[in-house]
């Protein structure tokens, strides 16, 4: 079965640090790969998918086919990139979106 | 267009009553989709339309879940004889069929079974 794994459930830097969350997917076939993000009281949005390969509010991601993984790294994150993270992957069509656990991001001060 | 809106935004129920949420999607978009999400976890597919059709629908969702779109428009999602398994986040997101699948999410109706 499709599955997606996010390792990590909390990590916790300081503003200016560089950050990745890991992503694993398990899926034969070619995946489409997303971020979602969920900041406090707010409801989740698309931060970036990886067909759009763009950068947004500085993140980037990779799909790495060999490893299976799509991380989602920033360079020097900012305190407004505390939120709840997902990992979500999506194939053959079905449109549907199976989504990790999720991870939470504290970037202090 | 403010976007998806589901109502209620919380709901309180005893432990066999029925409950029906309703998900109004950004008006263009054909395509509407329900997720489950309990604490600690992601959202959970449950069932998705394109327009009135009911095109699948996840295991998750037994016999006592029904979903409708009768006009392609707003959705229904009845919990029959609720069950404190069922409490937990209702998730519904709408997308353009041509839209790559960018998938736009509601702010959820959080039901907690007593």
């Known amino acids: 079965a499709q599955r997606v794994t996010q390792p990590e459930k909390l990590l916790s830097v300081f503003k200016g640090a560089p950050v990745e969350l890991k992503c694993n997917y398990s899926?034969?076939?070619?995946?489409?790969l997303f971020w979602y993000v969920q900041y406090s009281r707010q409801r989740l949005q698309l931060l970036l998918r990886?067909?759009s390969r763009e950068s947004i509010k500085g993140f980037t991601a990779d799909l790495n086919k060999g490893e299976t993984s799509f991380h989602l790294k920033k360079p020097f994150a900012q305190e407004e990139d505390s939120a709840m993270y997902y990992c979500a992957l999506s194939w053959g069509g079905s449109e549907k979106l199976v989504f990790g656990k999720g991870m939470k991001l504290t970037v202090n001060p | 267009d403010t976007g998806v809106s589901q109502d209620p935004r919380h709901k309180i129920t005893k432990r066999g009553q029925n409950v029906t949420f309703r998900c109004d999607p950004i008006?263009?978009?054909?395509?509407l989709y329900w997720y489950r999400q309990t604490l600690g976890q992601g959202p959970e597919f449950l069932t998705y339309f394109q327009n009135e059709a009911q095109l699948e629908k996840s295991r998750l969702l037994s016999d006592r879940f029904s979903a409708e779109r009768p006009k392609g428009s707003f959705s229904t999602l009845e919990i029959q004889r609720t069950e404190q398994g069922d409490s937990a986040m209702y998730l519904c997101?709408?997308?353009?069929?041509?839209?790559?699948?960018?998938?736009?999410f509601g702010p959820g109706t959080r039901l907690t079974v007593t």
């Open positions: 899926y034969s076939g070619s995946p489409e």
């Open positions: 990886h067909i």
């Open positions: 997101a709408s997308s353009l069929l041509a839209g790559g699948n960018e998938q736009y």
């Open positions: 008006s263009e978009h054909n395509r």
